[in-house]
Each structure stands twice: as C-alpha cells, then as structure tokens.
C-alpha cells in the first residue's frame, strides 16, 4: 500500500500539533489537599545524592514506616547531585514528580508558583510546632500564602584557616581574624608578605555574602532586590581591593565552591568556609594540613551566620496525600532526624533537638567543638539566600561582581545592573 | 506458478520498506523530529519550565539583539570555529601522513594520538584544569625558566584559546583516522612520477596529497566547524558555569543551557537561541559545501 501525500501531510500536521499543544494549560492531576485520610497506598520519594552513603539508613527508616502503616509501600530513588534541579523540572513538566521530593527553598519556589508543592500549613500544620520557627518559615514564597516543604536538616559550618600560612605571613595564627574588617587587613597582609602567591579568600561575593555582612538583599514588600545599597557598595569595594592586591585569588571570579576548597587544600589560598564534615576529609586527605588547621567562627556583620536548609515536599497532585504527608513527616519529625544527625554532620530542625547532649557537650576533639559551635549559632542562624533568588539570578550576580573586581565597572554600576537584572528575572518569573 | 508465499510478499511489497524503516522512523521522530519541532514552536512563546506559554510572535528574537549576553556568545561560538577549524583541517592531516608509514611501533603510535578521543571530555576537561591552573604543571614549569605564571584560566582570552587547545587536542585522532583512510586511496605511483620530476616532499604535498584528499577535507572542515560552533564541554569544564570571568566566555549553547535550563528556565527565549544556532550552523555547512563546489568547478 502506498503512502498517499494526504497520509504523509496528515503526520507532518501531527508532528507539528504535537508540540503546539504543549502551549496549552498544564495539566491538572488532581491530587487533594486532605492528608486527614487513611494512610496507604504506593508512594515514590525522592532524594538528593543520599544513597552513596546512606543506603541502609533509608532503607531502615522506609521499613519501619511501611511496618508502622501496613498497606503502605514507599518506592525510595535517589538523584545525582549534579543537575538535580534540572531532574526534578523535567519530572515537574512531564508529570512525573515523585509523591515526596528532597528539596531546597530555592527549588521549592517555583513548584510551589506551579501549584505543584502542597501547602503544610493547610495540609499538616498540626506539626508546624514540632519545627523551630525560622526552619518551619524557611519553605514559605513570598507572593504565596503557605508552607511548602517540612523542613528537614540544617547546616552550617565555620571558617577554617591554614595556621601555617598565617605564621608564614607574620599573622597570629591564635587570634584568627573575628570580623570583616580583621579579615581584609589579614588578606592584605597575606598577599603583600607572600607577594601575591597565597591569597586568603578565593571565592567572590553571593548573595548569602551580602546578607552576613548587613546588606538588605530584598525590599520590605519582597518583590524586588535590594542589594546595590551603600553596605553592598561598601562590601564589593572592599572585595575590589582585596582582587587587585591578590589577596583574593585571581581565580575567584569563575571558582565553584569545589574548587576553591580544593585550593585549600593544597595551600594555595589560606581561608574558607565549611563544615563540621571537612575537618574528616582533612584528616583523611591531607594530614599536613589537619596538623596546621585552625578554626574560628562564621564571619558577620548582623550577629547572624547563615544556615543551608534542606526540606522535604509533598507534590500536590499525589494521589496518595495521607500516606505521602505522613511520610514527609515521619523522615523530618525529631526522632529520624537525631538519628540522621548521628549519622552524618548535619543539624536537626525540629525544636529541642540542638539541646540534645550529643550537640551541646564537647568531648576534647575538634569534631565535637566544630559540631557544639555550630549548633549553637543555628539556634538563631538565618538563611540569607532569599527563595527567590534563582540560579539565572545567582549567575547575573556573579557577572556583575566579577566585572567590577576587574575594573569594567564601578562596584555601585555593577550592583545597580545585578539588581535591574534580578529584578527583570523576578518579574518574569511571575 | 508463483508459490504462496512467494504471492503473499508480493502484495505486501509496497508496504515492506515502510515496515523495515518504521523503527527507524519512529525514533527518529521522537527524538529528532518532535523535539526540533517542539524548540521551533516553542521560540515563538514566552514558555517557562513550569508555566505553559502563550504565543509572543518574534518578540524572543527582538529580545536577542539588545542581549549582550547573546553577541558575547556568537562572538565566543563563531571564534571558536575560527579558531578551532583550520587546525582540525591541517594538523591531524600531517599527523595522519606521520603515522601512515608502515614502520615497526607505528601502531603504538596510532593507537596513542587516537586515546584523548575515547577519554570522557569531564576527565580531559579537569586534567587540563589541573594542568593549566595558577599552581598547575603547566605554570610551574613556565615559572622555573623565568617566564612567570600566566592566568589561562582566569583572563577571558587566555581561557577561551585554552578551551580551543582542548577541543584541537581531543580531536586530532578523530579527523587523524578519517584522513588515514583517504590517504589509503592515493595512489602510490603520482608520488612517484611527481618525485621523478624532481618534486620535494612539500611540493608533492601541496599537489599530490592536499588535491587527492581535498574532498575529505572539506568534509572534516564541515564536521569541524558545526561541533566548533555547538562548543559547550571544553568551555563549560574550564570557564566553570558562569561561562569564565564576567561570562565574558559564554558560548551560544552554554546560554541555552543556563537560560532554558532549571524550575525557572525560560524555555521560549533559550528555544529562541538554539533556532539562532540551528539557522547559523546550517549556514556553516552551506557555505563550507559551495566553496568546495566552487573549487570543482
């Protein structure tokens, strides 16, 4: 049978319609909001790069809540870390989304925009009081009214220094530097003793950068940004004069944070921020270094150190709701997330769990004082990344910065045009 | 008397090519078809990753031309092509007449240009990282002869030749093969009457080998110069995700990339992008194909 031009023109129609129709309405799976109902039913949960050293912690946890609610059935996948944004938009446009997804507040944003995150205050808020505030407020979206994820683990961590390279450079390797003015001198002093070859900061200014040091990153109202103010002149003048005397190393201004720890590593810049977590890695990796580690505070200007935030979200179109909320639940209430902690150097965020004695008593190690410290700075630490603030604003920032630390423009242009064009992004973001 | 089943093939006939390449067609048209399609459409809406567009006519592609970001990418992507194709034409030629000759080890040889081919481009990416950084190989040797340290990955210039080096390195045993098999076809004999009238090597180069492989060279310029101007790996490994200093070392499709990608990709405006670099590569080929049919003629 041959095949008719009509046939041939009716398939090229289809291919065309095909993608024309993804121009329509998205479609509406219908989950409910009521997660009062019996908890049952198959549901898939998703997490972010956990199953390389966590397995048999999942797993016990999934066979315990499945044992707990006989009828449930919890399908774990785990997501590499690289491009998990880009895994869970195209799950998010495919309808694909698993029942419960491990995400930031900068992921939970959008899907929450979409409609796709369930909102907690409606659908579990009997268990908001179970959270510390700002960790429950952490997965709120400005220009929504709602709670999207539960929050799940925190992290923070101080600022290590090679004492080595301080006392090379004629620094007080005991008296690290406590604030950002002591921080500058020390890097200009670092770069002028080693003449340039060891810098003390090696990452430029982000947007968290700029919440520490005072700068009020959005306006009262939430819908615009706000950072191109005296203090975040002030901060990127400082950090223009740190580039130009290499005391800000003159990678910076395409380093991730990968590299630049990786350059702490090997001694080629003195300073950088981390977690309780490095300190095994330098002790395993590089023991010189762990010899010559020193360790002091998060530096800020607001009494405040930032936190990273994890959360767990509930796709609002499960057609599981209770069972999918009381999971959500069961991985995030106190008791799992002691245990998680123990597991591995991260924060609980549910009220009471930092009074515990395993994050206030130190036992003489260094794990134990980085752990003790940091768990009493979460007490009160702030996430400084506004929710809002999305990669494609994080990448206009860092092209703004890096201009003026190069001299094609004024600090004060270069944040004027970093805010007109997060702005811009922010207005399209709808 | 035609058997039965001899008759049965025979009605089907019309229908059996369509069956034979139907698997083909359909995954062709699931994964080449509909989504070039789709990005065509989708270059003329305001799409967002979670949001649904509506049709916006060519505002995507007015849009383009007062973005800086966009004509640091074409500039970027169309050096690169500059940059990168006559190497990839010349060199693995001269390696492919290097390592043609029959001579005891050649093997190794061969087998040696051809492995940064076969090695993950994240792998080469970072072994040049590592090479080329402050305190890499590269600078340390350069700093004991006196020349000091050079910034290749830290000045935009330096960075995006870098990256060039790169791709020209991964690539020479690839277009070295493809020559390897032209040269297999010259005959032996032009070599040897243009030697016995007195032609030097570089003569017979010039008029024996370069005409007698000029249409694989063609071929290898066409190759080259699309994968130049679709450059993303080399550069995205090197220049890091921000696309190098200030973005200064944006290539087009590390702008598709970063603008359609994520929860809040715009998907109509980096749709936008690639229908650019689909129209400008096609150009490529074009242009690439009238030369070498202007120099038939």
């Known amino acids: ?430 | 008397m035609a058997t039965p089943t001899v008759s049965r093939i025979r009605r089907q006939l019309p229908t059996s090519p369509w069956l034979f390449a139907a698997p083909g067609l359909l995954i062709i048209g699931a994964f080449i078809l509909y989504p070039f399609l789709s990005t065509l459409v989708n270059a003329f809406t305001d799409r967002r990753t979670l949001i649904p567009g509506e049709f916006v006519g060519l505002a995507n592609f007015r849009e383009l031309l007062g973005d800086d970001m966009f004509w640091i990418g074409l500039r970027n992507s169309t050096l690169y092509v500059v940059g990168v194709v006559p190497a990839l034409v010349i060199l693995p030629l001269l390696l492919a007449m290097l390592v043609q000759k029959n001579i005891p080890g050649i093997t190794f040889f061969r087998s040696a240009f051809y492995t940064p081919v076969v090695a993950s481009i994240v792998v080469v990416g970072l072994i040049w990282v590592w090479l080329l950084d402050e305190r890499g190989l590269v600078n340390s040797l350069l700093e004991t002869i006196g020349v000091g340290r050079i910034g290749f990955l830290s000045d935009q210039w330096l960075l995006l030749l870098s990256a060039m080096a790169v791709t020209v390195w991964k690539g020479l045993g690839y277009y070295m093969i493809i020559y390897l098999a032209a040269l297999a076809n010259v005959p032996r004999e032009l070599h040897e009457a243009a030697a016995v009238d007195g032609a030097g090597a570089i003569r017979r180069f010039v008029t024996v080998t370069v005409p007698a492989v000029r249409s694989t060279m063609v071929l290898v310029g066409a190759l080259s110069s699309v994968a130049a101007f679709k450059v993303f790996s080399e550069v995205y490994l090197m220049a890091g995700p921000s696309g190098g200093p200030a973005g200064e070392d944006t290539t087009l499709v590390m702008l598709v990339q970063r603008t359609g990608t994520g929860l809040t990709g715009r998907v109509g405006y980096a749709s936008a992008i690639s229908v650019v670099v689909f129209v400008v590569t096609v150009a490529l080929m074009l242009l690439v194909l009238r030369a070498d049919r202007r120099d038939e003629t």
């Open chain 1, 1 to 430: 049978m041959p095949i008719s031009r009509r046939a041939l023109a009716a398939a090229f129609a289809v291919c065309v319609a095909l993608p024309l129709s993804a121009c329509g309405s998205g479609g509406d799976g219908g989950g409910t909001a009521d997660a009062s109902g019996k908890v049952e039913g198959d549901i898939t949960f998703q997490t972010w790069n956990l199953r390389a050293n966590f397995k048999d912690y999942f797993e016990g946890v999934i066979a315990d809540f499945e044992k707990k609610y006989p009828g449930t059935k919890v399908k774990w996948v785990d997501q590499p870390a690289e491009g998990y944004a880009d895994k869970i938009s195209a799950d998010a446009a495919g309808g694909t989304l698993p029942d419960v997804v491990n995400v930031s507040p900068d992921l939970v944003a959008p899907l929450a925009k979409a409609g796709l995150a369930l909102d907690l205050d409606k659908a579990a808020g009997k268990y908001k009081k179970e959270y510390l505030d700002g960790a429950w407020a952490s997965h709120q979206v400005p220009g929504t009214q709602g709670t999207y994820a539960f929050p799940w683990y925190l992290n923070t961590g101080p600022l290590f220094y090679n004492k080595a390279l301080f006392k090379e450079a004629g620094l007080d390797a005991d008296q690290p530097p406590k604030t950002y003015d002591e921080v500058f001198d020390a890097a200009l002093k670092m770069a002028k003793e080693t003449d340039g070859k060891v810098a003390t900061l090696a990452n430029v200014p982000t947007i968290e950068d700029f919440g520490r040091y005072g700068v009020e990153l959005m306006n009262k109202q939430g819908n615009g940004f706000s950072f191109n103010d005296a203090k975040g002149v002030e901060l990127l003048t400082k950090y223009k004069e740190l580039y130009d005397a290499k005391a800000l190393d003159p990678q910076a201004l395409t380093a991730t944070p990968e590299s630049s720890g990786k350059k702490f590593l090997t001694g080629a810049v003195a300073m950088n921020p981390g977690s309780a977590l490095d300190l095994g890695n330098f002790k395993k990796q590089v023991p010189n270094l762990y010899k010559n580690i020193g360790i002091t505070d998060q530096i800020t200007s607001t009494g405040h150190v930032n936190m990273y935030v994890m959360g767990v979200m509930v796709n609002a179109q499960t057609k599981r709701t209770p069972a999918a909320v009381a999971f959500a639940h069961y991985v995030t209430d106190a008791e799992h997330q002691m245990s998680f902690a123990k597991q591995v150097a991260i924060f609980p965020s549910t009220a009471g769990s930092l009074d515990d004695p395993y994050f206030t008593k130190e036992d003489g190690t260094d794990e134990t004082r980085v752990r003790v410290a940091a768990a009493k700075s979460l007490k009160n630490a702030v996430n400084y990344t506004p929710v809002l603030f999305s990669e494609q604003m994080k990448t206009e920032l860092r092209n703004e910065v890096a201009k003026a630390l190069q001299g094609k423009e004024s600090p004060k242009e270069a944040l004027d045009n970093a805010v007109k064009a997060c702005d811009t992004l922010l207005q399209q973001q709808g």
